[in-house]
């Protein structure tokens, strides 16, 4: 091959590099030209559906086209991410994911119809939403230590209200019970307040739900926290992580935006990046702050990242409780 040539090609490589570059580029820019459509895996007026609505809100006025919120709620989810499974690659259907939905209905489920391996494509995370552990006041127990000595004491008879079977919550509270050794009783109830009613009337000794929930109770003195479940503190709650007296403990909720596989790499980039504004901004850090939930900003790359390692997480979890899915 000749100087000559080698040139040549190399001119014609670095030219379709350009062309393919510009037209990645062109194809971020001309998105979106009709709404998009937002699955969100459960009901209207619940929390997470507070939050995708927050951040539809504000994705709607950055592309200038509606952001149309599509709740799928029931089966742990399952109708939800289906859809979102089976939506074309286009860039106009993603969907708002909370952390269960994504890591523990694929694993609990015989038969989730989606497989987040193949199937989803993460894009960005909204924020990350810890859970705390309380205990009736009058109980005397004041921290998590005190929770494993008092239930070593009474082996097989320390009741642990979890809010809704195979939930993050009740996988929380598996994981304190096996980390202290606690072999604590699971009671499992159908909602979240159905299980902080438990507590409070003495029928368990524990229950985890996520931390706006359990304020009210705990500021009224009838509840005590023990834990909270990220690994570090939260601001303006004075309540350790159940890491400091267990290592290596997180249990932590999330939303994150997620789109089919096979969504085109430019616009997902454009979506992450405009939620990252967002979810950066004063207004919407104080709206989410309120409701438990810690924004969070990171790359495409990251996002995919942190659902795996979540995923790995929750793997190991169930795997190790020996939860079979029905």
Same mark, same amino acid.
């Given at each position: ?6 040139? &040549? ?13 510009? $037209?990645?580029?062109?194809? $971020? ?36 086209? +509606? ?15 289906? #859809? ?63 929770? $494993? ?22 996988? #929380? ?9 606690? +072999? ?47 690994? &570090? ?25 997620? #789109? ?32 438990? %939930? ?18 790995? $997480?929750?793997?190991?979890? %169930? ?8």
């Amino acid at each position: 091959m000749t100087p000559h040539s080698r040139r &040549h090609i190399l001119h014609a490589a670095l030219l379709l590099l350009a062309l393919g570059g510009t $037209a990645t580029h062109a194809l $971020a820019q001309a998105w979106p030209n009709k709404p998009v459509r937002m699955i969100v895996p459960v009901g209207p007026g619940s929390a997470p559906d507070v939050i995708a609505r927050i951040v539809g809100e504000k994705l709607a006025a950055a592309w200038g086209q +509606g952001v149309v919120v599509d709740n799928r709620p029931g089966a742990g989810g399952i109708p939800g991410m289906s #859809a979102l499974a089976r939506s074309a690659p286009d860039g106009y259907t993603i969907g708002f994911v909370p952390a269960a939905m994504g890591t523990i209905t694929p694993l609990v489920f015989k038969n989730p119809q989606f497989n987040p391996d193949t199937d989803l494509a993460p894009v960005a995370t909204v924020g990350i939403s810890p859970l705390m552990l309380v205990v009736p006041t009058a109980s005397g127990i004041q921290s998590m230590a005190d929770l $494993a000595r008092h239930a070593k004491a009474h082996p097989g008879k320390v009741n642990f209200a979890a809010p809704q079977l195979n939930s993050l919550p009740h996988m #929380a509270g598996e994981m304190a019970s096996k980390a202290g050794g606690m +072999g604590l009783f699971t009671v499992p109830y159908r909602t979240p307040p159905e299980a902080v009613a438990a507590v409070l009337a003495g029928d368990a000794l524990l229950t985890v739900d996520g931390v706006p929930s359990l304020l009210e109770h705990v500021k009224s003195g009838r509840l005590r926290a023990i834990g909270v479940t990220s690994a &570090h503190r939260l601001p303006g709650i004075d309540v350790p992580p159940v890491a400091d007296t267990y290592p290596g403990y997180e249990a932590i909720g999330w939303f994150q935006i997620i #789109a089919p596989a096979g969504t085109p790499a430019a616009i997902v980039e454009r979506i992450n990046a405009d939620v990252n504004r967002i979810t950066a901004s004063p207004e919407v850090t104080t709206r989410m702050s309120d409701m438990g %939930v810690y924004p969070r900003q990171d790359s495409v790359a990251s996002a995919r990242t942190f659902f795996v390692q979540q995923q790995g $997480a929750m793997k190991r979890l %169930v795997n190790e409780l020996g939860v079979q899915p029905q």
